[in-house]
């Protein structure tokens, strides 16, 4: 795996690379191009008023430009002097993965990039709303620890079965929705599917309440005052639209609290209110709050059960340090606990030698509590203060594990739970359980593959038209790098208005590079304003675009990299 030379990417645990794919920059193609600067030059206008204040600077701290899509190797080198990272993957993760890469200090940037008719605004992650939505604001000390600990705390989070479907679900429609020639019936059964899951997802799980706290912050935060706040989600800093639609009057701002948690959210439609924070630190607050209440910090016969209604892998720790890593199947309070197979014993997060999947596949069951040692030659009774009995003879102990051969353990009803012909009994040690949260203790050992998607992105193929146009985009961008050329641009106007009648990106890349005063300027205006006319769904793009022209209201230099 190429680490960029970034130490935060090198240090990406094995189930955690899994996810990582090429960035394949020669993929990009100059439509790509033009949609990124495009948005970058609206977000430079824009967003320089009404932004948090570090996030112009902070494109620049990222390894971010206007005039083209960023490298990863540029975004590594800039953002490695932060002590963050970025890695591409496929599309959305698993929230889970996604958590812990935050953890991990490193960012999780979509390798796509949004196509020119989502140009405003895609439910599809993508470079754009992954690079210049997230990375600007890691600058900021205060954001990139709340960042960061977000991660640890969410990396803990327990989920449920609903949690998975309704993420394979939201994947698949945004997937369906940057297909160019979805199918409308398709794309209005994937939104039924996602209505359904959000409507019945039952209680929330920790991860489903932790993901609110996300989008209200992370995603769709201001902050500052309720009159006047400014942006610093990225879901609203790489939507051209959205960013300027938050700050009406019709979107309610409230303060952010840990009422937060109670407003849930729908990503295919405009936020209908948001949450406005005084200080960074107060994020920290209001999630710290929340962490205080969930199962890794409370354990006990509360963190049990939710275990056991998650049905997902998670980790069960006894007050000794034993971790127990596999899918609860029931629990006596206060008194045993019982794991189907496979199953495995860590401590400090290491997996415990000989107690892997393999040694415990058919599962593993332990008492939880005080006992009395009562010994009778070479066997041994435990008795503990729940009822449960454990005889036998020890054969290997260590603080936080005893073996035995030839085990007997019974309940206070004389139930067996383990017998002599099972094998060897793996005892745990431990007054009670101290925590339980998702996943494995030892990650790299017993999730070997962790959870896939079910889907993979649209990747397209293009026709020979598109192929066409792609080579016009390429000629006007060659203009404005090589800054010769420009008597080219009426040939290539020409062709745009013969064969891409639907175009408009194009046509404000060559207005820009124009003398507004000259004749092919105000023909190319003129265009562009008659189709803005006739055409509602394209009338603030392109009004948008000729605004930032006329004011000549950005300076791409001062994105280049030192």
């Known amino acids: 795996m190429n680490d960029f030379g970034n130490k935060q990417v090198a240090a990406l645990p094995k189930h955690l690379r899994q996810y990582i794919v090429e960035q394949h920059y020669g993929h990009y193609t100059p439509v790509d191009q ?17 932004a948090y204040y570090p996030y112009i600077p902070g494109l620049k701290a990222a390894g971010l430009m206007i005039e083209r899509i960023p490298r990863l190797q540029e975004m590594n080198d800039a953002l490695g002097k932060i002590g963050w990272g970025a890695v591409t993957v496929d599309g959305f993760i698993p929230p889970a993965a996604f958590m812990e890469y935050q953890a ?63 993420y394979e679900a939201i994947r698949a429609l945004s997937i369906l929705k940057e297909m160019p020639d979805a199918d409308p019936e398709e794309i209005k059964k994937a939104e039924e599917q996602v209505a359904f899951y959000q409507q019945n997802m039952g209680e929330p799980s920790e991860m489903a309440l932790l993901s609110r ?23 609203l800093l790489s939507s051209i639209g959205e960013s300027a639609t938050c700050m009406q009057p019709g979107v309610k701002k409230l303060w ?23 200080t960074f630190q107060n994020l920290i607050g209001v999630l710290e709050d929340f962490a205080n209440k969930m199962s890794f910090r409370i354990g006990g ?39 189907t197979g496979p199953v495995a014993l860590a401590v400090d997060d290491k997996q415990l030698a000989g107690h892997d999947k393999d040694h415990h596949k058919d599962g593993y069951g332990s008492p939880i509590g005080k006992y009395e040692i009562f010994q009778a030659g070479d066997q041994t009774e435990l008795k503990f203060e729940s009822g449960i009995t454990v005889r036998g003879k020890i054969k290997k102990q260590l603080p936080q594990l005893i073996t035995f051969t ?7 009803d004389g139930k067996t739970l383990f017998a002599p012909d099972w094998g060897d009994y793996d005892m745990a040690v431990g007054d009670n359980i101290i925590s339980v949260y998702s996943g494995a203790a030892d990650k790299d050992t017993f999730e070997e593959i962790g959870y896939r998607p079910k889907t993979t992105t649209y990747h397209p193929t293009y026709s020979n038209d598109q192929i066409n ?24 106007f020409e062709q745009l208005y013969q064969n891409f009648p639907d175009d408009w990106l194009c046509a404000l890349d060559i207005l820009e590079l124009l003398d507004q005063q000259e ?5 190319v205006a003129t265009y562009l304003k008659t189709k803005a006319a006739s055409y509602p769904k394209l009338m603030k793009l392109i009004i948008d675009g000729l605004t930032v022209i006329n004011r000549n209201s950005f300076n791409p230099d001062a994105f280049r990299l030192s």
């Open 104 to 166: 991990y200090r490193v960012l999780v940037i979509a390798a796509d990039i949004r196509q020119l008719k989502h140009i405003e605004y895609t439910p599809a992650p993508d470079i754009i709303h992954e690079s210049a939505g997230h990375a600007p604001i890691i600058a900021d000390p205060d954001y990139h620890q709340y960042l960061s600990y977000f991660g640890t705390i969410g990396a803990k989070a327990m989920y449920s079965a609903q949690d998975h479907e309704l």
């Open 213 to 235: 706290l996300h989008w209200w912050t992370v995603e769709y935060g201001l902050i500052g005052t309720l009159e006047n706040p400014k942006i610093y989600g990225a879901g």
């Open 34 to 50: 033009a949609v990124w600067r495009y948005v970058m030059q609206q977000n430079y206008a824009y967003l320089k008023d009404v």
């Open 301 to 339: 016969s509360y963190g049990l059960q939710r275990a056991l209604e998650s049905g997902n892998t998670c980790t069960v720790v006894y007050s000794s340090g034993l971790q127990v890593s596999g899918t609860l199947s029931s629990f006596m309070p206060d008194a045993y606990i019982q794991f």
């Open 256 to 278: 952010y609290t840990a009422n937060a948690v109670n407003y849930a959210y729908d990503i295919t439609q405009p936020q209908q209110q948001l949450f406005v924070t005084p």
């Open 519 to 523: 004749p092919l300027a105000i023909t």
């Open 406 to 412: 030839n085990c007997t353990v019974t309940n206070a």
């Open 469 to 492: 146009l792609h080579r016009l985009y390429q000629q006007v961008r060659n203009c404005r790098e090589e800054k010769t050329g420009h008597e080219r641009l009426a040939r290539v």
